[in-house]
């Protein structure tokens, strides 16, 4: 349900131009979350300037208001604010875009969900090669009183990228946000965002760029301006594991969890969303205490969620301030994030994977082969070249350990 119908009052006639202009002025970087409307309270709490929504379905979003009723929920204070859909169907994310008008200061295209389903959807960064499709979208709703703006991924190529974002600004838009991995840089391949290609974009366009990629800790912030020279940074993965970073802040777990749960009492949303938040923030201590992790798993209620949290704050806050407790670098129940391979290390992985799978194959090749000539089932014909190969290695001359005994055993042969 939509909470409000009024603009919050410091930026009823926000601009994105304004936004970047009051972000300068006061010293402070710009930067933005995407999140339910109690995770968005709390890092406008804490030093986030601008707030997206989650990624809604622009047909859902048009079509059901039980949809919109469930999953757009704002106030007053939640300002400014952008509102982004998925969308491949022009009319349908101009219908979609026209309900949120009143509560929103922007429209944002998402072009750079790389999940699956997108794929399945033909939606986010799997529209990224239709621009014929992506720019007759921005020039629709250049119809609308509200800006409209684009977050993309980036491609391979750097001047793809450039004329990708070139073709963007000349259709209509008015901000990019500019995430710099590519749509196959997820999961296991995630590995690091370029933010050399980031700052190619920002040299080659004239509306503002923020950088998207790469922002775990504070000090990140200041180091991507100086590599990508954007006029702001957005920041996900770092700000679910530590709310409090555009504050240089690194606090126990249990300082935002508590206080998010506050606000959701006066913000109410769905228990999944609560646990799937609580989790981010404990997702270090979870594998370390399982009495945390049971707890967290069955509570379902906000009264649950505030006395497992509370009762893991007393078995640790106390111990550690008394030194009872040997104390880590960085305790595992303190705020901090997942840090992602080097695109050297994904592609690392990646080359080992490949080796496995020809190996798999070689061997699936090999058996084929023995059933053939041998007029065997395949189980048959594995079983048998097990059998074989058990063999020959006991067959082996034993070796000697360096202390002058021969093994004993394969198990402890070298």
């Known amino acids: ?20 202009e009051v972000s300068e002025f006061l010293k402070v970087p710009t930067v933005f979350i995407s999140s339910e409307l109690p995770w968005r ?26 949809y919109r009723a469930e999953n757009f929920v704002t106030c ?33 295209i998402n072009l750079g969900c790389p999940q699956t389903i ?3 959807g033909r939606y986010g960064a799997f529209l990224q090669d239709d621009w014929t499709l992506i720019s007759s979208m921005i020039k629709r709703l250049k119809s609308l009183s509200i800006p409209v703006t684009c977050k993309v ?12 974002a070139q073709m963007l600004e000349k259709s209509g838009c008015e901000l990019l946000t500019v995430h710099g991995r590519t749509r196959e840089q997820k999961g296991s391949n995630t590995g690091t965002a370029s933010w050399e290609k980031i700052a190619a974009v920002k040299k080659s366009v004239r509306i503002p760029v923020f950088s998207n990629g790469n922002i775990l800790r504070f000090g990140d912030i200041q180091r991507c301006f100086d590599a990508t020279n954007a006029d702001g ?33 006066s913000y109410p949303c769905s228990i999944s969303s609560v646990r799937g938040h609580i989790f981010k923030l404990c997702h270090k201590s979870i594998y370390a205490d399982t009495t945390l992790r049971d707890g967290l798993g069955t509570a379902e209620t906000w009264n649950e969620f505030r006395d497992v949290i509370s009762e893991f704050k007393s078995r640790f806050e106390v ?30 992985k990646t080359d080992a994977k490949e080796e496995l799978a020809r190996l798999r194959e070689a061997k699936k090749a090999e058996i084929q082969k023995y059933a053939i000539l041998n007029g065997l089932s395949l189980l048959k014909a594995k079983k048998m070249l097990k059998k074989t ?18 093994s004993v055993s394969l198990r402890f042969q070298v």
Not at 153 to 164: H, L, P
Not at 326 to 334: D, M
């Open 233 to 265: 940074v957005m920041s996900a993965e770092g700000n679910l594991c530590n709310p409090y970073l555009f504050e240089n802040r690194i606090p126990p777990v249990w300082e935002p969890a508590l206080e998010y749960l506050d606000i959701v009492r």
């Open 153 to 164: 991924r980036v491609f391979d190529d750097v001047s793809k990228t450039v004329a990708y």
């Open 118 to 120: 997108a794929k399945k």
């Open 41 to 66: 309270m709390l890092c406008r709490r804490h030093g986030a300037d601008l707030c997206y929504s989650p990624m809604f379905h622009a047909l859902l979003f048009a079509q059901q208001s039980a």
């Open 319 to 348: 111990p550690f301030a008394t030194g009872a407790i040997p104390v880590p670098i960085l305790p595992h129940w303190y705020c901090q994030p997942d840090f992602h391979d080097s695109n050297e290390g994904c592609i690392e």
């Open 76 to 108: 007053p204070e939640d300002r400014p604010l952008i509102v982004q859909f998925c969308a491949n169907d022009t009319e349908v994310l101009l219908q979609s875009s026209e309900l949120v008008i009143p509560y929103c200061d922007a429209v944002d």
């Open 1 to 20: 349900m939509i909470a409000s119908e009024n603009p919050g009052l410091l930026w009823r006639q926000w601009s994105i131009k304004a936004v970047v």
């Open 389 to 406: 190969a058990v063999r020959e290695k006991r067959s082996q001359p034993t070796k000697v350990c360096i202390c002058g005994n021969s």
